[in-house]
């Protein structure tokens, strides 16, 4: 059975009928009860609806089934069905934290606009307290891949089979799309996370250093060798080495690399023995590795010895509902390290931050959130993608409009401190047309109040 939106308790018969018709038809699923103690058999701290309740009950009364509704949880939202004698206990009700309340007779539309906003504050609320708790649970030492979105669920169903075993994984993914991050999960979860994880990009180092680097030399094995070094491959034995942007490595060193792989040896460079080496090969690319073979830049064989399980990690404007959690992650860090408080994201700033296209991926969105802490919110503004949430850049008319209104709403909502009625008579508009704006633009009277 799906969970009602609104769980409606009176002792009316008749007036739980019309209510229950009435939401029927603007598509709220309702259950309607006689008494606040049925009402509250059927609601848990889980529950993801509001509640709506008549004051004037026998046994319990409404201002007791608030109570009991916020000892179950304080953001269940309650509100209040009220005659024109109660409003002086209505208020009171809202000092002691109903969501509002509204009088008998009421008018139709106004409840349902209220009923939907009281919805979509819970969600918001279940949703915070969602990336919270997955915050918390991710807390542990160590790398974190976060993201519940069917493409990320995807690469975890990959490479959750595979952290137990040694396989060489290729990963592929553009710039900044959290390569390095993904190898580093890989490593710290599977037997060899005691050991090292050795990184080199093999797109940064010069040509005539990268295979000293991944080889090492005896002392003497060139000028300016006037020691022994240990190379890279060597460094990760029974660990994990992880070559970034292999597809930049030289065609020479591919096939000494093949070579390792087939053998388990390495050579250093001047030298004449061969050292056993135990190493997983983690390689990463954001280059199409089968199209490089083919036409024969890159090496046939060693893209299928690299590519034993291939992982395609997805970029982030294709996974827009993990920004939120992963900015708000990348706020904490950064809170942490400059010791900063970390101010929340409105829905209007979270909106923006999803409609933006991210061309530089995850680390665009960590180094936006380092700003967001050191600089506040202006961070966004002076974030020209973000703050016309545009991706081609020009902003049309209507846009122009809608990012007015929205200054407008937001400074009279601030001015008024979240108060709906102030703000009407600030703005001079109905209540359903404030409510009409506000839900077009994101905004929550809770977000402005004290």
């Known amino acids: 059975m799906t969970e009602p939106s609104v769980i409606f308790v009176d002792d009316d018969p008749h007036i739980r009928k019309s209510i229950a018709q009435a939401l029927t038809l603007e598509d709220l699923p309702v259950q309607c009860y006689e008494s606040a103690e049925a009402g509250l058999q059927a609601i848990t701290a889980e529950y993801s609806g509001v509640v709506l309740c008549d004051y004037n009950m026998p046994a319990m009364d409404g201002l007791e089934m608030l109570g009991a509704v916020q000892a179950l949880d304080k953001s269940i939202p309650v509100i209040i069905l009220t005659g024109q004698g109660d409003i002086s206990t209505a208020v009171s009700a809202m000092q002691q934290g109903a969501y509002d309340f509204i009088e008998k007779p009421f008018n139709h539309d106004e409840l349902i606009e209220l009923l939907r906003h009281a919805l979509e504050k819970r969600h918001l609320a279940l949703e915070n307290r969602r990336l919270k708790a ?13 993201g ?28 900044g799309s959290g390569k390095d991050a993904l190898a580093r999960y890989i490593h710290e979860n599977s037997p060899r996370g005691a050991h090292n994880f050795v990184a080199i990009n093999c797109g940064a180092v010069p040509e005539n250093l990268i295979e000293s680097e991944l080889f090492g030399h005896e002392a003497g094995a060139f000028t300016g060798a006037d020691k022994l070094r240990i190379g890279k491959i060597e460094h990760a034995h029974r660990g994990t080495l992880f070559l970034d942007e292999v597809e930049s490595m030289p065609m020479p060193l591919q096939i000494k690399l093949l070579r390792v792989l087939e053998e388990q040896k390495v050579e250093r460079l001047g030298s004449n023995q061969v050292q056993d080496v135990d190493v997983r090969i983690i390689a990463a690319t954001k280059a199409d590795l089968k199209a490089l073979s083919d036409e ?8 299928y010895r690299l590519n034993v399980v291939k992982v395609d990690i997805p970029p982030l404007r294709e996974r827009k509902e993990d920004i939120p959690m992963l900015f708000h992650h990348f706020v904490l860090i950064a809170a942490a390290r400059y010791d900063r408080e970390s101010i929340p994201l409105d829905a209007s700033q979270a909106a923006r931050l999803m409609h933006h296209s991210w061309p530089g991926n995850v680390r665009e969105l960590r180094n936006l959130a380092e700003r967001y802490v050191l600089l506040g919110p202006a961070a966004l503004d002076d974030s020209e993608p973000v703050a016309k949430a545009d991706v081609s850049g020009r902003r049309t008319l209507t846009e122009m409009m809608d990012s007015f209104e929205h200054s407008v709403l937001t400074s009279a909502l601030n001015a008024c401190h979240g108060s709906i009625k102030d703000t009407m008579v600030q703005l001079g508009v109905a209540r359903k047309t404030l409510y009409d704006k506000m839900k077009k633009h994101g905004l929550d009277k809770a977000q402005f109040k004290d």
Do not use: W
Not at 134 to 146: E, N, V
Not at 296 to 303: E, I, K, N, T
């Open 134 to 146: 997955q915050l918390r649970h991710l807390a542990r030492p160590g790398p974190r891949i976060l």
């Open 148 to 175: 519940d979105t069917p493409s990320m669920q995807k690469v975890m169903d990959t490479i959750t089979p595979i952290l137990d075993i040694s396989a060489n994984t290729l990963l592929f993914g553009e710039t």
């Open 296 to 303: 024969g830049s890159f090496r046939a064989d060693l893209y």
